[in-house]
């Protein structure tokens, strides 16, 4: 589907992206904290759930539309760079502001319950516009519409993010101490990790924005 370059570029990015301090992250450990090792299970796995209804629908609709137009997909891939740039420097901003654990465990500690976790975990996930948003301008960046079919190639693409971003919450579930106790007396890792991730989408934007990938787009029934 997708050549080894490519792979390699979409990979790290999606790493890097699924690595980074935020507030998904602050979210499972507060509900691990609060409610133990099975509710921050169930958080990360609603959470990944909604992510998943958020993959087929941009899916569906993204191969609908850049099937049709090979100009389409080529504005959809550099408003998404510009994008990415965006919440790249956003990200290194927030890298600096302080992060209050308790506020969050404030909000969450009356509601350790297993089911209720996850099904919050799922909504939440389903009715955050900024996760339509994030995977409609990070997966066209990595779409070739001449190798394959593009609901396929979006929606490969989409399941491997959401496994990337489950993989720190399940690591937090299951190691929330330790990662409490950095979280709260090293605000240096807080600041290196976000700050690096956040050069790392500015990065990949401008890469993506300048690379020949965008140019010259010919659609496989053009």
């Not at 399940?170 to 330790?178: D, G, T, V, Y």
């Amino acid at each position: 589907m997708l050549d080894f370059h490519t792979w390699v570029v979409f990979l790290s990015a999606s790493l890097a992206l699924a690595f980074a301090p935020g507030p998904g992250m602050l979210y499972v450990l507060s509900r691990t904290i609060s409610g133990g090792r099975s509710v921050g299970v169930a958080s990360t796995l609603g959470a990944a759930s909604g992510g998943v209804v958020h993959v087929f629908a941009a899916a569906l609709g993204m191969s609908a539309i850049l099937a049709t137009s090979a100009v389409a997909f080529t504005v959809v891939k550099y408003l998404g760079a510009i994008f990415l740039v965006y919440l790249g420097v956003k990200m290194i901003l927030s890298a600096f502001k302080k992060v209050d654990l308790s506020t969050v465990k404030r909000e969450t500690e009356k509601k350790g319950e297993i089911k209720s976790a996850f099904y919050q975990g799922v909504i939440s996930e389903i009715l955050n516009p900024k996760t339509a948003i994030f995977f409609l301008a990070f997966i066209p960046q990595f779409i070739h519409p001449e190798k394959g079919d593009l609901f396929l190639q979006f929606f490969v693409l989409g399941m491997v993010v959401v496994l990337f971003n489950s993989l720190p919450d399940f690591l937090i579930s299951f190691f929330s101490k330790p990662v409490e106790h950095l979280w709260n007396t090293s605000a240096t890792f807080r600041k290196v990790q976000q700050a690096t991730s956040g050069l790392c989408l500015v990065g990949l934007g401008i890469y993506l924005a300048l690379s020949g990938s965008n140019k010259g787009i010919q659609l496989k029934n053009a």
